[in-house]
């Protein structure tokens, strides 16, 4: 495997609910980020999906299709640049920042309440099984630490 690395574009969370909103930086724990809150904690959050990432590059693509998608619309607490989002599969791992580590635990499965960020309403244009390897991803905290806006995100091991 060939080390890679990217850098975290935003670092989003909100009370419950989306859009996530920018913070300069957030510590995680193997629960998520600290301020980071759920309305449905049966389909989201726990150790399992402790973090929502996605990528900057499939947002511009979003963007270029006509869609209002922005960082944190569809509920992610980080917007990566620069990976090669087709690595991001389960069991892969990722070092952010100096000491936070992530293990990409499964593809998320998107919901009606993400539908404000499609012009036309179908949030499934980022399920992965509708259009494969531009789905946003759930990890889980294998090291904890803090991460903020710049971080170098390297893909550590693949899946």
Request: aromatic content about 6%.
């Given at each position: 495997m060939q080390d890679q690395a990217g850098r975290v574009q935003q670092v989003s969370i909100s009370g419950g609910g989306v859009?996530?909103?920018?913070?300069?930086?957030?510590?995680?724990?193997?629960?998520g980020l600290d301020?980071?809150?759920?309305?449905?904690?049966?389909?989201?959050?726990?150790?399992?999906?402790?973090?929502?990432?996605?990528?900057?590059e499939l947002l511009?693509?979003?963007?270029?299709?006509?869609?209002?998608?922005?960082?944190?619309?569809?509920?992610?607490?980080?917007?990566?640049?620069?990976?090669?989002?087709?690595?991001?599969?389960?069991?892969?791992r990722l070092s952010v920042g100096n000491e936070l580590v992530l293990e990409v635990t499964s593809y998320t499965t998107p919901c009606h309440k993400i539908a404000g960020s499609f012009s036309d309403g179908r949030f499934k244009?980022?399920?992965?099984?509708?259009?494969?390897?531009?789905?946003?991803?759930?990890?889980?905290?294998?090291?904890?630490?803090e991460v903020r806006p710049g971080d170098e995100v390297r893909l550590i091991s693949d899946g």
């Amino acid at each position: 495997m060939q080390d890679q690395a990217g850098r975290v574009q935003q670092v989003s969370i909100s009370g419950g609910g989306v859009p996530k909103l920018p913070v300069e930086s957030a510590w995680v724990d193997v629960l998520g980020l600290d301020g980071d809150l759920h309305n449905d904690t049966k389909h989201h959050g726990g150790p399992m999906r402790a973090v929502c990432l996605y990528s900057l590059e499939l947002l511009q693509k979003l963007n270029l299709e006509g869609h209002p998608a922005y960082p944190g619309s569809m509920g992610e607490n980080l917007t990566v640049a620069g990976l090669d989002w087709d690595r991001l599969v389960p069991g892969a791992r990722l070092s952010v920042g100096n000491e936070l580590v992530l293990e990409v635990t499964s593809y998320t499965t998107p919901c009606h309440k993400i539908a404000g960020s499609f012009s036309d309403g179908r949030f499934k244009r980022v399920s992965e099984k509708v259009h494969p390897g531009e789905s946003r991803v759930y990890a889980r905290v294998l090291e904890t630490g803090e991460v903020r806006p710049g971080d170098e995100v390297r893909l550590i091991s693949d899946g």
